[in-house]
């Protein structure tokens, strides 16, 4: 059984940070692409950002591009994501998720596995 446990939400002031962390279990992490997405209230779940086997096989959706950063630690089955300069309209429940694959996707159908989710709520 795959499981996907995100952390690192919480209440954030507009301009801040926030890193969010993703621990996998139950799969080979180190040959999962990642990705992270977020959906909020009313709204269709949106690619925030990805990476793949290949650490530098990295993709942004263009509205976080210079402040988001994701990473993967495969030593820890850990994928983050560094958010900085947030928005209030980027108050969503973020979500992690796994393909078993080497690429990355902007494309939530491409993804197998996927967590529960953490709530970034930014204050303005």
């Known amino acids: 059984q795959v499981q996907l446990v995100e952390s690192g939400g919480g209440l954030v002031q507009a301009g801040g940070s926030l890193t969010l962390s993703c621990a996998a279990s139950g799969h080979t992490f180190s040959s999962s692409a990642m990705g992270w997405f977020r959906q909020a209230p009313g709204k269709e779940r949106e690619f925030v950002a990805g990476i793949g086997w290949v650490t530098s096989d990295t993709r942004y959706a263009d509205s976080v591009k210079g402040r988001f950063t994701i990473s993967r630690d495969n030593a820890k089955n850990t994928v983050y994501l560094r958010m900085n300069s947030l928005k209030p309209e980027e108050k969503a429940v973020y979500y992690c998720?796994?393909?078993?694959?080497?690429?990355?996707?902007?494309?939530?159908?491409?993804?197998?596995?996927w967590g529960q989710g953490t709530q970034v709520t930014v204050s303005s």
């Open positions: 998720a796994a393909r078993v694959t080497y690429a990355t996707s902007y494309d939530l159908e491409d993804y197998d596995y």
